[in-house]
């Protein structure tokens, strides 16, 4: 196939023969097993500092994530910005 084939069905060619590969190998069934990555949970915030995140830079879009950070570090607990990945980041 030629690579203007690949772009107009809108994928890569590593991608086609890797998906060639799967069905010369499974049939559909091995297609149908694909799944997109799960998200990773652990990585997440509870979620009362990830209200806490959004409702404070909703209030105050113009502050930077350093700044949201320090803001609300001031107002919470000291515990506050370790626990929270957005002042991390």
Same mark, same amino acid.
């Given at each position: ?14 991608? *086609?023969?890797?998906? !060639?590969?799967? %069905? ?10 694909? #799944? $997109? ?18 409702? *404070?830079?909703?209030? !105050?879009?113009? %502050? ?10 001031? #107002? $919470? ?13």
């Amino acid at each position: 196939m030629s690579l203007k084939a690949f772009k107009m069905m809108g994928y890569f060619r590593d991608s *086609f023969y890797r998906f !060639k590969e799967l %069905y010369e190998t499974g049939g559909e069934a091995a297609l149908q097993d694909l #799944t $997109r990555k799960k998200p990773c949970i652990i990585s997440r915030l509870d979620e009362s500092i990830e209200k806490a995140v959004v409702d *404070f830079s909703l209030q !105050k879009p113009a %502050y930077g994530q350093l700044r949201v950070c320090n803001e609300l570090e001031e #107002t $919470r607990s000291s515990h506050f910005a370790r626990g929270c990945a957005f002042c991390l980041a």
